[in-house]
């Protein structure tokens, strides 16, 4: 069965330093995988995604992904973060290419201190 | 085009009353989900049409909820004889075939 686990369920950075929000899978098969974001009240926003072409990924906002199957990880980064960062974010997981049948992970809310 | 619409916005229900939510895709669209998300969680799948066709269900669909796509197009989520338990935001949304889905703003249902 496929999973997924965000650890950290609240990051804090300052405004500049690097953001890092870390997601694992499990897996049986190849994965695809995604990083959304939610502002509050709001629908999810897709930043980026894993179908099994390179394993770095850049999004938008200039965050990017990084598949790793080795630690079955696809962690979020940014390189300096910015007020507007702050929202809550979701990696997902799900097994067919162009089924959005998600299964995400539990969050991690992003906070950036002026 | 103006996305995924998803009306309405808020909903405050008494336990034991009826809701209807609705989600119109994005024009052509022909792939619709419908997803709940809980205080604290991501999303959870519920289930997804293709076209007028309900494709799949979660088991977290109870015979209290029903989903139905009739012409294909715009989508209705009902809730009958709502709990306290339903209380979420539920969130829509659509792809063409296998391109990006998109996601609408969501309907949060609060169940007093």
């Known amino acids: 069965a496929q999973s997924v686990t965000q650890l950290g369920s609240h990051v804090s950075v300052s405004e500049g330093a690097l953001v890092l929000l870390r997601c694992n899978y499990s897996s049986s098969v190849p994965p695809y995988l995604f990083w959304y974001v939610q502002y509050p009240n709001q629908g999810l926003q897709l930043l980026l995604k894993?179908?099994?072409?390179?394993?770095l990924v850049k999004g938008i906002n200039g965050f990017e992904a990084e598949f790793k199957k080795s630690e079955t990880s696809f962690h979020l980064t940014k390189p300096s973060a910015h007020m507007s960062d702050a929202a809550e974010y979701f990696c997902?997981?799900?097994?067919?290419?162009?089924?959005?049948?998600?299964?995400f992970g539990t969050g991690t809310r992003l906070k950036v201190l002026a | 085009d103006t996305g995924v619409s998803q009306n309405p916005r808020h909903k405050i229900t008494k336990r034991g009353q009826n809701v209807t939510f609705r989600c119109d895709p994005i024009?052509?669209?022909?792939?619709l989900y419908w997803y709940r998300q809980t205080l604290g969680q991501g999303p959870e799948f519920l289930t997804y049409?293709?076209?007028?066709?309900?494709?799949?269900k979660s088991r977290l669909l109870s015979d209290r909820f029903s989903a139905e796509r009739p012409k294909g197009s715009f989508s209705t989520l009902e809730i009958q004889r709502t709990e306290q338990g339903d209380s979420a935001m539920y969130l829509c949304?659509?792809?063409?075939?296998?391109?990006?889905?998109?996601f609408g703003q969501g309907t949060r249902l609060t169940v007093v």
């Open positions: 049409f293709q076209n007028e066709a309900q494709l799949e």
């Open positions: 024009s052509e669209h022909n792939r």
């Open positions: 997902a997981v799900t097994l067919t290419s162009g089924t959005y049948k998600y299964i």
């Open positions: 949304a659509s792809s063409f075939a296998e391109s990006q889905a998109f």
């Open positions: 894993y179908t099994s072409a390179a394993t």
